[in-house]
């Protein structure tokens, strides 16, 4: 039994790829099932280009208006 589930994303989700040091939409997330990582369909920000990005590599952009601010970094806070 074939059990790959193809899900639009609307609106698309902000995302940052870790392995591209890249911010991107994603548009779509593949389910193969319970054995595989879920696989994300992203448009990269800056160059336009397709992804699809392991679930591992994925990490949510930051978003002030729900609380999720970017992390400070180990010189960010030597500067305070």
């Excluded at 790829?17 to 193969?32: C, E, G, M, P, R």
């Excluded at 679930?55 to 930051?62: A, K, P, Q, T």
């Amino acid at each position: 039994m074939n059990s790959t589930m193809f899900t639009q994303l609307n609106p698309p989700l902000p995302l940052f790829i870790v392995s591209k040091n890249l911010t991107a939409l994603a548009h779509a997330v593949i389910d193969y099932g319970p054995e595989s990582h879920l696989l994300w369909v992203c448009f990269a920000n800056q160059s336009g280009e397709c992804w699809t990005v392991p679930n591992s590599d994925i990490r949510m952009e930051w978003n002030y208006s729900l609380g999720r601010t970017p992390k400070k970094s180990d010189s960010d806070l030597a500067l305070e």
